[in-house]
């Protein structure tokens, strides 16, 4: 943490002074420390942001002390300051991972490291006077929810730079995965620069057949924050089986996760801010009484898009990142199959130039029935999940899928096809023709229940479901208690809270 990086300069990380205050009675409960790369709404890519923007809270919620350590960038204008010095070092144009989509920033090993190591020393350095229930640092009795392969050093240097000094005797690390597609596969020369002693050069070892980053035997992150953890995790039941399942959707790992176990928790979601009563974003509010009269009203986000407003015609919305994960080349591929039909559908997303490129077109090859919007348009996304009938998910495969969680509170019935291969983190699978047919078929199946008592049956069973974190948020308590760090109690019931919401939001 004391390298001498170029273009260094001093900042505070932002004070507790004037901070909002929130709805948050604090018991007992556990000393718990979130760490990730992402933490919504500040900074997000997909699901793990909006896990770190909704999970904490809901653990403060219920009584726990809750902090959540993650990188400050460069768009954190409304931070608080903690009084507490740090070293940075150049600009990152609020960007997560790298100069652009696809490119990874040289250093990002050396910057996860020091997020690691930062998020290690927050719990003992850290004096937050916070509240009439807990004041001072978290202290050692602590709990590490680790996110992703960034944060898999941290059960390594916990071990190594820690606990042989009787620090953190009784602190535990429980290592969530999001996406096991990406993993931080590395030079295996580099581990040199990890700062870790040889005897955990095995937990990073791995061989594969690709040649990115360079050919043969590896360094992988995630493999290391798996083994060395006290306790694996994912984000569905569904996913947990997945990954054990076998090489393919497991990505080289399935074999590992097997030795250590894992288990399936499904994430909630932000039902605060995903609220089609409440929506500042829309211009009709209602619930599951109203929602038949206000759907067709809400497709006047036609005219926003440039398409002739119809209230009348099935719409069908896509939004996602543009990369083969979210299967954005296949629905490209599948919507000439099926815009025949009486149909009318919106793309918004932004990623990989080449797909940005490919639904920019969609206007100009079906200038009355599609269109694409390649940006990051937060209005634009709450409008389409409220005024389309239909949310397509085409991905060749989805951990979780939040998506999914904000279209049926919506009352927007998800269309989900079983599509094939997973792609992996090196090279990208051609689009399947049976993949291009599944969610063809699909789709017009789904249309062929427009105006129905069905899909009236299936807006209502969306609209019915308790999406929020309470249930998840229980279930990690459990999960978290039984790791048995010194002084942990089980917290109480609270409302759910979410941070304020913020727009100025860090990009992949």
């Not at 507490?84 to 090993?109: F, H």
């Not at 009795?141 to 071990?159: E, R, S």
């Amino acid at each position: 943490m004391q390298k001498q990086l170029p273009g260094k300069q001093e900042a505070k990380l932002g004070t507790l002074n004037d901070r909002p205050a929130g709805n948050i009675i604090c018991g007992q409960g556990m000393n718990l420390i979130f760490v990730g790369a992402e933490v919504g709404p500040w900074s997000k890519t997909g699901g793990l942001g909006d896990v770190l923007g909704g999970l904490p809270p809901a653990m403060a919620a219920k009584g726990h002390r809750v902090m959540t350590v993650s990188p400050r960038y460069d768009q954190y204008k409304d931070a608080w300051d903690t009084n507490v010095l740090v070293e940075v070092w150049g600009k990152t144009g609020s960007k997560i991972y790298g100069p652009r989509a696809g490119m990874d920033y040289l250093d990002n090993q050396l910057r996860f490291g020091l997020l690691c190591q930062a998020a290690l020393e927050a719990p003992r350095v850290l004096n937050l006077n916070n509240s009439e229930y807990f004041s001072g640092p978290y202290g050692e009795d602590v709990v590490f929810i680790a996110n992703d392969w960034h944060t898999a050093l941290l059960p390594c240097y916990l071990k190594t730079m820690y606990k042989p000094r009787g620090i953190y005797k009784s602190a535990k690390v429980a290592f969530c995965i999001h996406n096991i597609a990406y993993q931080g596969r590395f030079a295996f020369s580099d581990f040199s620069l990890l700062n870790l002693p040889d005897q955990f050069k095995g937990s990073f070892d791995f061989i594969d057949g690709y040649e990115k980053p360079v050919k043969g035997r590896k360094m992988n992150w995630m493999k290391a924050g798996i083994l060395e953890s006290d306790r694996v995790l994912t984000v569905s039941p569904y996913y947990a089986q997945e990954l054990v399942s076998g090489i393919e959707k497991g990505v080289e790992l399935d074999n590992i996760i097997r030795k250590t176990g894992i288990t399936g928790i499904v994430n909630g979601m932000d039902i605060q801010e995903w609220n089609p009563a409440s929506d500042k974003y829309i211009d009709i509010k209602y619930d599951a009484t109203t929602i038949m009269d206000a759907k067709p009203l809400l497709k006047a986000l036609q005219a926003d898009v440039g398409l002739p407003v119809d209230r009348n015609i099935p719409l069908i919305g896509f939004i996602g990142r543009l990369e083969e994960q979210k299967g954005s080349d296949i629905l490209a591929a599948a919507i000439p199959k099926f815009i025949g039909e009486d149909v009318r559908i919106v793309v918004l997303g932004t990623g990989k130039k080449p797909m940005e490129k490919q639904i920019e077109q969609l206007e100009i090859m079906y200038p009355n029935k599609a269109r694409g919007v390649a940006e990051f348009n937060v209005p634009l996304a709450h409008m389409i999940i409220a005024g389309a009938n239909f949310m397509l998910v085409p991905s060749r495969f989805e951990p979780c899928g939040l998506i999914q969680l904000h279209a049926m509170r919506y009352g927007t019935v998800p269309l989900c096809a079983s599509t094939g291969g997973l792609v992996d983190t090196v090279k990208c699978d051609a689009v399947d023709p049976a993949d291009v047919n599944a969610i063809a078929t699909t789709v017009k199946r789904a249309l062929a229940t427009y105006g129905t008592p069905a899909l009236k049956e299936m807006i209502q069973n969306c609209m019915a479901q308790d999406l929020s974190w309470k249930g998840p948020a229980r279930l990690w308590e459990k999960m978290l208690l039984g790791l048995e760090v010194s002084g942990s109690e089980p917290g109480i019931e609270g409302e759910e809270i979410s941070p304020l919401a913020k727009e100025n939001v860090a990009a992949p």
